[in-house]
């Protein structure tokens, strides 16, 4: 289903909770904003208000958003192998880096 720049637009111009499906922990905020872009260490809202990101989690972007190379990396790794579940499957990648890991630990 391809949406039209309209319907996009309808979305990006309410917050995340304005008949929201996205399932989110409660109990935090309740008025999610729409993060619509990211430059370095910034977000931007629907309404073009910039935020610092310095949310700490699982996740943890410490390299900014929109880095060219990053994204382009991620991308070809992508049309590789997107994501494999560690309990059954290991990948290039992260062996890679595990042994580069191991090699500089003590």
């Keep these: 289903m391809t949406q039209t ?4 637009s309808a979305l990006l111009s309410k ?9 989110r922990v ?15 260490v910034y977000l931007y809202d629907n309404t073009g208000k ?4 310095a949310i700490a ?3 943890v972007n410490t390299i900014g958003h ?14 590789k192998v997107a994501f494999v579940h560690k309990a ?4 290039e990648p992260q062996e890679a ?4 890991i191991a090699d500089l630990a003590p």
């Design 15 to 23: 917050t995340a909770d304005d008949d929201s499906h996205v399932f």
């Design 66 to 79: 929109g880095v060219p190379e990053i994204g382009e990396a991620m991308a070809a790794q992508a049309q």
């Design 50 to 53: 910039r935020y610092i990101d």
């Design 26 to 40: 409660t109990g935090w905020h309740k008025d999610y904003q729409t993060a619509t872009h990211g430059e370095g």
């Design 5 to 8: 720049n309209t319907s996009q």
């Design 88 to 91: 059954k499957f290991t990948s």
């Design 97 to 100: 880096l595990a042994s580069l």
């Design 57 to 59: 989690g699982t996740h």
